[in-house]
């Protein structure tokens, strides 16, 4: 049974690094391409970053380039998160790919809140 | 980047009608557009993959067509568990990009 368990949110202060991370359960990491994608309060959803199931490519939304970093290791994916602003307070959901062959985000964790406020 | 431009941004409507909602790319996505649901306080729910293909698990009055810049998701003989909000996600190509979401309300 898949399994997203994401971890490490809570208040920071503007300008502050925070990692994120989600542990997966009930697959390999190593096959399936994953995504962090985020969600303000009250607002829609907003792609974060992907990472293809090699660990070989990474893309970012032009919002979070240069500052946040997704990485993976073998049970775990991560979003280590610099310079952080308030414009990054979200709901953070770990996505894993629905299947092998394929590059849909299905499965989702149930997130964990970042609040970036002084 | 690709834009997705989804509309209604909100419709109301009664259990047992139709409804469609839809999603325009700024250009031509193939059928790389998949539809999830989001119940209030939950993580989204994938619906529809490949502009068309319906999840395992998902009642058969979900039905998504289209292909290019113009998609489309329909609810046939609406239930109360389907008032929620909807959100379409193009993968065609980085970075991917979401429609601003459809929030279906109970008239």
């Known amino acids: 049974q898949v399994q997203l368990v994401e971890s490490g949110g809570g208040v920071v202060q503007p300008g502050t690094s925070l990692r994120l991370s989600c542990a997966a359960s009930?697959?390999?990491?190593?096959?399936?391409?994953m995504h962090w994608v985020r969600q303000a309060p009250g607002q829609g959803l907003e792609w974060v970053a992907s990472?293809?199931?090699?660990?070989?490519q990474k893309f970012y939304a032009d919002s979070v380039k240069g500052r946040f970093t997704v990485s993976k290791d073998t049970n775990t994916l991560y979003l280590h998160m610099d310079g952080q602003r308030r414009e990054d307070t979200a709901m953070y959901y770990c996505?894993?790919?629905?299947?092998?062959?394929?590059?849909?985000?299905?499965?989702w964790g149930q997130g964990t809140l970042v609040t970036v406020s002084s | 980047a690709i834009q997705v431009t989804q509309s209604p941004s909100s419709l109301s409507a009664s259990v047992g009608d139709t409804v469609t909602f839809s999603c325009r790319a700024s250009?031509?996505?193939?059928?790389?557009l998949a539809w999830y649901q989001q119940q209030p306080g939950k993580a989204p729910k994938l619906l529809i993959f490949?502009?068309?293909y319906l999840q395992n698990g998902v009642p058969p009055r979900f039905s998504g067509s289209g292909s290019g810049t113009d998609f489309f998701l329909t609810i046939s003989s609406l239930q109360p568990e389907d008032f929620a909000a909807y959100y379409c996600?193009?993968?065609?190509?980085?970075?991917?990009?979401f429609g601003q979401g459809t929030r279906l309300e109970i008239k």
């Open positions: 250009r031509g996505i193939r059928n790389d």
């Open positions: 490949g502009a068309s």
């Open positions: 996600l193009q993968t065609y190509s980085y970075p991917h990009t």
């Open positions: 009930g697959f390999s990491l190593s096959s399936y391409g």
């Open positions: 996505v894993r790919d629905l299947s092998l062959a394929t590059a849909w985000p299905g499965y």
């Open positions: 990472i293809s199931y090699d660990g070989g």
